[in-house]
């Protein structure tokens, strides 16, 4: 069983910044193919970014492309995202998911049902 635990959301201004972190328990987290989710009151679940197990590849949505930066260290078991020029639309509750089939590259990602394991989020306040 893999736990992931978010960290780092908060109440930020628009155009300010944060840095998302989650940390997911075992001792296979490098193979681990990794994805950001939001949801936002009264809309569905929606893809962020996602990343490979060797951080080859990343993807993002084109709502967050060129203001979020999703990145891991395998070393400590934790992925990031890094969110700049943060927008009132970008609030949500942020979770992680972590599909642990090895050497994962589908181009499903996208998808929140290609995921195994989910954290239980963090909430992203952003004030206009």
């Known amino acids: 069983q893999v736990q992931l635990v978010e960290s780092g959301g908060g109440l930020v201004q628009a155009g300010g910044s944060l840095r998302l972190s989650c940390v997911a328990s075992?001792?296979?987290?490098?193979?681990?193919?990794m994805g950001w989710f939001r949801q936002a009151p009264g809309k569905e679940r929606e893809f962020v970014s996602a990343i490979t197990w060797n951080s080859g590849r990343t993807d993002y949505a084109d709502s967050v492309k060129g203001r979020f930066t999703i990145s891991r260290d395998n070393a400590k078991n934790t992925v990031y995202l890094q969110m700049n020029s943060l927008k009132p639309e970008d609030t949500a509750v942020y979770s992680c998911a972590a599909n642990a089939r090895p050497l994962y590259a589908s181009g499903r990602y996208y998808r929140a049902d290609e995921y195994d394991y989910w954290g239980q989020g963090t909430q992203v306040t952003v004030s206009s």
């Open positions: 075992g001792r296979t987290f490098s193979t681990y193919f």
